[in-house]
């Protein structure tokens, strides 16, 4: 009977882990979104029944185009670090900079860019109705 060794073991599967990594497809990997949204804090509002008030931090990395997206639901924008600009349906094209706040209406298609050296950081406060998604995609 074959003893084996816990370290030849540990070889074997490694080896059979890497060799099955190079037999897997060589298709590139999808890349990550370049805006990040971290939902601080979600809460029912009793002054809008069936709508909850939701803020979120989001962060366009630098270079980044925010996917064109609408929320069902207003938005109330600040922003905090970072320089982008900002393409709202109907609207021209703004600017934007650190201290600046800025309103977009329920179901508004946008867009925003990083024009900046650092990743652009926003504080959002949306209302929207519970049950809701956060964001659509919008052509």
């Not at 962060?59 to 980044?64: D, T």
């Not at 925010?66 to 349906?89: K, N």
């Not at 508004?108 to 860019?113: K, M, Q």
Request: charged fraction near 10%; charge should be neutral.
């Amino acid at each position: 009977m074959r003893v084996w060794s816990p370290l030849l073991v540990l070889a074997l599967v490694a080896a059979a882990g890497a060799a099955g990594a190079q037999s897997q497809s060589t298709a590139p990997a999808a890349q990550p979104s370049p805006l990040k949204r971290t939902v601080l804090q979600t809460k029912p509002l009793t002054t809008v029944p069936g709508h909850d008030g939701i803020t979120v931090l989001a962060e366009l990395a630098v270079g980044g185009t925010a996917p064109r997206h609408t929320h069902p639901g207003e938005e109330m924008v600040y922003v905090l670090e970072g320089t982008a600009t900002f393409d709202m349906a109907g609207q021209a094209t703004i600017a934007l900079k650190p201290g600046d706040a800025f309103f977009i209406p329920a179901n508004t298609p946008h867009v925003a860019r990083n024009t900046g050296t650092v990743p652009v950081k926003l504080l959002s406060t949306y209302i929207i109705e519970t049950g809701k998604p956060l964001a659509v995609p919008a052509p």
